[in-house]
């Protein structure tokens, strides 16, 4: 049943190991049908990076996207529960605020620690419940020890502990400013330092990791693609083969720089590359290329069992200026015009607001669209509900089951939906803006970096600033505080969000995340092994 995966020297079977995995979970009781999950999600995607969500434009680079949402539910007021990787990843698979899980911020790549270990995970139940649990790409929530995937659930785990802009490679993908190759750096740069132009971590080699060994570093990111691929499809193929359903978990970081488009097959990565200005649609469809062979797979072997869920952890890195995304219609003009970045990292909507399809063939309608109010804390109770499986009592949680959306049309999402600071302004994780219905109310306003480098200040309000979505999509202009309407809205607004703040100022079951840093932590391989080049720290 052993198989390899990949060619690259040195490197382990990942038939054998599974195999191992699959060992792990052979007790399951095959006379059970439970739903098989898959999710991927895209990173630093921008809303109007799906095709189907602005048809007028006729680009064309997610063809397979776009079949998902013609065969399924695209979900056009879907939420990333943060607007930055970390938080975002930790927040999806525990159904709670970073205020209760303890993640606020993005972990390092000398961070000791991550995810707090109190905290349950949607694949460790999921595991319990007798699923192959599986992952694939970035996870950054922690590599050292007890932090690592597959000690956080997952049977198997296959990508890159953090972003791929946190370490070099030999032949770097497209940034701005450039990455250097990791060869290009002498004894005077600083260890885990970033380059003088801040783009990429300089001296630790970007690792590719299986289960809990680097088995590349640095990695190929022009190969990544495509050794996912075949893990992928392989994972899904031998789940069908043993009746065992299965969570396959895909974060990728596609759309995060630096990019690392694919390129003819008969060219090295260093010849043929894309003109600057199509690298982000030529990554794009790479990206989407990738979902059509999941999807492919999944089809062939379990269609009428299997979801679907592609969503995305955060809004477009528009400090990348070429090399980042659409947020279509929700540019946050307010604060753009004001200076700065109203995306990756701020509360506006181009921040948070990400692309979601649903897909599952006899049990989703097909050619459906929800404006539902849905996070991607929704995905935990959603998925344990589908599985039949109860999360644990002894904690709360923010994220709704969205079932009855998905399955039976419903349009019932969040009463209110609040959204931490990501950077932007203020504290980490504060919680200082809120949705309710076609309104959203700031509390603090801030930018991100905006192409070319502006930024703008953080801002407090109060009374808070509130935009009517429905009317004004692109924030621009904040309802009169004279109103009626604003009056009744922030009314209701203040009341559930002290309401909020003191639910989780009394709540036992508060996790709080380690950030320390030590340059030791830093994944480094084993220097024995040919693939293996950290540089300064083995």
Same mark, same amino acid.
């Given at each position: 049943?052993?198989?390899?995966?990949?060619?690259?020297?040195?490197?382990?079977?990942?038939?054998?190991?599974?195999?191992?995995?699959?060992?792990?979970?052979?007790?399951?009781?095959?006379?059970?049908?439970?739903?098989?999950?898959?999710?991927?999600?895209?990173?630093?995607?921008?809303?109007?990076?799906?095709?189907?969500?602005?048809?007028?434009?006729?680009?064309?680079?997610?063809?397979?996207?776009?079949?998902?949402?013609?065969?399924?539910?695209?979900?056009?007021?879907?939420?990333?529960?943060?607007?930055?990787?970390?938080?975002?990843? %930790?927040?999806?698979?525990?159904?709670?605020?970073?205020?209760?899980?303890?993640?606020?911020?993005?972990? %390092?790549?000398?961070?000791?620690?991550?995810?707090?270990?109190?905290?349950?995970?949607?694949?460790?139940?999921?595991?319990?419940?007798?699923?192959?649990?599986?992952?694939?790409?970035?996870?950054?929530?922690?590599?050292?020890?007890?932090?690592?995937?597959?000690?956080?659930?997952?049977?198997?785990?296959?990508?890159? *502990?953090?972003?791929?802009?946190?370490?070099?490679?030999?032949?770097?993908?497209?940034?701005?400013?450039?990455?250097?190759?990791?060869?290009?750096?002498?004894?005077?740069?600083?260890?885990?330092?970033?380059?003088?132009?801040?783009?990429?971590?300089?001296?630790?080699?970007?690792?590719?990791?299986?289960?809990?060994?680097?088995?590349?570093?640095?990695?190929?990111?022009?190969?990544?693609?495509?050794?996912?691929?075949?893990?992928?499809?392989?994972?899904?193929?031998?789940?069908?083969?043993?009746?065992?359903?299965?969570?396959?978990?895909?974060?990728?970081?596609?759309?995060?720089?630096?990019?690392?488009?694919?390129? *003819?097959?008969?060219?090295?990565?260093?010849?043929?590359?894309?003109?600057?200005?199509?690298?982000?649609?030529?990554?794009?469809?790479?990206?989407?290329?990738?979902?059509?062979?999941?999807?492919?797979?999944?089809?062939?072997?379990?269609?009428?069992?299997?979801?679907?869920?592609?969503?995305?952890?955060?809004?477009?890195?528009?400090?990348?200026?070429?090399?980042?995304?659409?947020?279509?219609?929700?540019?946050?003009?307010?604060?753009?015009?004001?200076?700065?970045?109203?995306?990756?990292?701020?509360?506006?909507?181009?921040?948070?607001?990400?692309? /979601?399809?649903?897909?599952? *063939?006899?049990?989703?309608?097909?050619?459906?669209?929800?404006?539902?109010?849905?996070?991607?804390?929704?995905?935990?109770?959603?998925?344990?509900?589908?599985?039949?499986?109860?999360?644990?009592?002894?904690?709360?949680?923010?994220?709704?089951?969205?079932?009855?959306?998905?399955?039976?049309?419903?349009?019932?999402?969040?009463?209110?939906?609040?959204?931490?600071?990501?950077?932007?302004?203020?504290?980490?994780?504060?919680?200082?803006?809120?949705?309710?219905?076609?309104?959203?109310?700031?509390?603090?306003?801030?930018?991100?970096?905006?192409?070319?480098?502006?930024?703008?200040?953080?801002?407090?309000?109060? *009374?808070?600033?509130?935009?009517?979505?429905?009317?004004?999509?692109?924030?621009?202009?904040?309802?009169?505080?004279?109103?009626?309407?604003?009056? %009744?809205?922030?009314?209701?607004?203040?009341?559930?969000?002290?309401?909020?703040?003191?639910?989780?100022? /009394?709540?036992?079951?508060?996790?709080?995340?380690?950030?320390?840093?030590?340059?030791?932590?830093?994944?480094?391989?084993?220097?024995?092994?040919?693939?293996?080049?950290?540089?300064?720290?083995?």
């Amino acid at each position: 049943m052993g198989f390899t995966l990949f060619l690259l020297p040195g490197m382990l079977m990942c038939g054998l190991l599974l195999h191992m995995a699959f060992q792990h979970g052979a007790s399951v009781n095959k006379s059970s049908k439970k739903p098989n999950f898959i999710i991927i999600l895209a990173d630093d995607i921008g809303w109007g990076d799906l095709d189907a969500n602005q048809p007028q434009e006729r680009t064309n680079n997610t063809p397979y996207l776009n079949l998902m949402a013609e065969q399924g539910l695209r979900l056009t007021d879907f939420h990333s529960p943060a607007s930055t990787c970390s938080p975002s990843r %930790a927040a999806i698979l525990t159904g709670r605020y970073g205020l209760r899980n303890g993640v606020t911020h993005n972990f %390092a790549v000398n961070s000791v620690a991550g995810l707090p270990l109190s905290e349950v995970t949607l694949p460790e139940l999921l595991q319990r419940a007798g699923y192959y649990t599986a992952m694939i790409g970035k996870w950054h929530l922690g590599h050292n020890g007890p932090y690592g995937p597959t000690n956080r659930g997952f049977d198997y785990y296959l990508g890159i *502990p953090y972003s791929n802009d946190m370490g070099c490679t030999d032949v770097p993908g497209y940034n701005l400013p450039e990455c250097r190759p990791c060869d290009s750096y002498g004894p005077q740069v600083s260890r885990l330092k970033r380059s003088v132009h801040g783009s990429c971590y300089s001296r630790v080699g970007l690792p590719l990791i299986e289960n809990s060994t680097i088995v590349a570093q640095p990695l190929d990111l022009w190969t990544l693609t495509e050794q996912y691929k075949s893990a992928a499809t392989r994972i899904i193929q031998h789940a069908r083969e043993r009746g065992q359903p299965y969570l396959l978990y895909m974060a990728l970081a596609h759309m995060h720089v630096p990019l690392a488009p694919p390129l *003819p097959p008969d060219a090295s990565s260093t010849t043929h590359r894309p003109e600057h200005s199509k690298v982000y649609a030529a990554s794009l469809r790479d990206m989407d290329d990738l979902v059509g062979a999941v999807k492919s797979a999944s089809d062939d072997t379990d269609i009428d069992n299997t979801l679907i869920w592609f969503t995305g952890d955060n809004g477009p890195w528009e400090v990348k200026c070429q090399y980042a995304g659409s947020v279509g219609p929700f540019m946050g003009k307010w604060q753009s015009s004001r200076g700065g970045s109203s995306a990756k990292k701020t509360t506006w909507e181009g921040g948070h607001r990400v692309p /979601t399809v649903a897909y599952w *063939p006899g049990r989703i309608h097909a050619n459906t669209t929800s404006s539902a109010l849905l996070s991607g804390m929704d995905i935990f109770p959603t998925l344990l509900s589908l599985a039949g499986v109860t999360p644990p009592a002894d904690r709360h949680y923010d994220g709704i089951d969205a079932t009855n959306i998905l399955l039976h049309g419903g349009q019932s999402g969040h009463e209110f939906l609040f959204h931490p600071n990501s950077g932007a302004a203020g504290t980490f994780g504060d919680l200082q803006t809120v949705r309710t219905g076609n309104h959203k109310a700031f509390y603090i306003t801030g930018a991100g970096e905006a192409c070319g480098g502006a930024t703008g200040g953080p801002q407090l309000h109060d *009374p808070p600033l509130i935009f009517d979505l429905q009317r004004d999509a692109a924030e621009e202009t904040p309802l009169e505080a004279e109103t009626p309407e604003y009056q %009744a809205v922030a009314k209701r607004i203040a009341r559930r969000r002290e309401e909020l703040l003191w639910d989780i100022a /009394t709540d036992k079951s508060v996790s709080t995340a380690d950030y320390t840093t030590e340059e030791s932590a830093a994944p480094c391989c084993d220097p024995r092994r040919p693939v293996c080049r950290c540089l300064t720290l083995c």
